[in-house]
């Protein structure tokens, strides 16, 4: 059984925590957290502490942290010879620079207390400073997701700016959608399984080749009809995207 | 049996004419296509012609045209007694004007040759001229779809700009994202799971409630960097996305 202590207990450690609770080769023997109150969850499942001093010894400890406090709370763990590890996708693998055997276990999802997520098909990316480590942090995601990728620093932080474009960009299309539809008293769900659609379209066919819409046509009397539907801000963001569709798919034609 | 002729023979067509083939109240008893060969699909399943001269009689004519092509079809159809409807989600009722019975039949998803879809769960708008026609088109509809929605010409106007913008712009905000996984030898693969958890969870629990990331937190220092991953024309599009974010979240707070 290999030994492990996460550090923080939000959504991502509580994911972790629950993930390794069936293992048959990794044991969280302790879950730490500066706020007691919010280690209620884990009070009666194992070990916790508020405090760095208490940590026990363990051999992969996992920093499920704020980015912001990763590098103050890696550098000031009692014990530094374990592998230890953030769950960041938009911090370096040099935040941890003060420890020998460091490394990224990064799960690429969109966590929210109000819904549920089978961590099993999460893409967890991974990082070690070493081979060897790199082998023990693939082993232990593998206990966490069937999806497990070696993705380095430099990549992660462009997939991080790329994940903003698909998940928290896209979400704000939607929000505009559903501002759309309030001011006109048109029910949201009528869009949703639109919405559903055009990403599992784009994850089995391309977003390139699943591109449809006015901008796409080059559909002028439409785009301009649109125009005067839209307040002005909404403009601005409609008059720059199809522009880039139209950049884009223009030159195809 | 209401009898049924349908004008067009391109995926909406298809569509309506498979979701009818079963149906023990309406019956297609013919295709029109002004291109012959595009009715090859048909031939060998009902009566099919590209002489509009040659439409049969029926209870019910609809024009699944393109919305340049709808006005002046309808024009020239020689039986004009009939409830005749278009598929256009982009056009007004009134391009049938010239008609005394008139609806619209609008199916709000995305298609494409490529990739099938569950027509019974695809949000159908209409709208008639008479009410009495409403509750025929309804009836219609229900054969197609579980869901149906009375919407006028104004709310489906803007249900068409909402569209374009959880759909359409939804979808190029996955071009970028597969652009710069492409650049830095990422998987696009490993996105793919955010993507449709992201689409899922705003209609779950509404886009408002769902944003994430470095806009909603506000959080510069991520902001600045993602900045200098980006390429010109995809700094443009962050910048604003993100003041737009930081607008509509930042007076939460």
Do not use: W
Not at 52 to 78: C, F, Q, R
Not at 125 to 149: G, H, R, T
Not at 213 to 218: E, I, L, M, S, T
């Amino acid at each position: 059984m290999i030994s492990i202590v996460i550090i923080g207990a939000g959504n991502v450690a509580t994911h972790l925590f629950k993930s390794l609770e069936n293992s048959e080769n990794f044991r969280v023997i302790q879950v730490y957290n500066r706020t007691k109150e919010h280690l209620n969850f884990f009070n009666d499942k194992v070990d916790t502490t508020s405090s760095l001093n208490d940590l026990k010894e363990a051999e992969i400890y996992i920093l499920a942290l704020k980015d912001d406090v990763i590098e103050a709370v890696a550098n000031s763990l009692p014990h530094n010879k374990a592998l230890t590890l953030h769950t960041s996708g938009a911090t370096s693998l040099d935040a941890l620079k003060g420890l020998e055997r460091r490394g990224v276990l990064y799960p690429l999802q969109t966590f929210s207390k109000n819904k549920e997520v089978d961590f099993t098909e999460v893409p967890i990316c991974i990082e070690a400073n070493n081979p060897k480590d790199e082998d023990l942090l693939e082993q232990l995601s593998l206990e966490i997701s069937k999806k497990v990728y070696r993705i380095d620093s430099s990549q992660r932080q462009n997939l991080h700016v790329a994940a903003v474009f698909v998940s928290n960009f896209a979400n704000y299309m939607y929000t505009v959608g559903e501002d759309i539809c309030k001011v006109n008293d048109i029910p949201f769900e009528i869009l949703h399984p639109l919405m559903i659609e055009t990403a599992e379209k784009a994850t089995k066919i391309g977003p390139f080749a699943a591109q449809t819409g006015p901008a796409k046509r080059n559909d002028l009397e439409v785009i301009n009809r649109h125009h005067t539907l839209l307040t002005e801000k909404q403009q601005e963001i409609y008059k720059i995207l199809t522009k880039s569709i139209q950049d884009l798919h223009g030159k195809e034609l």
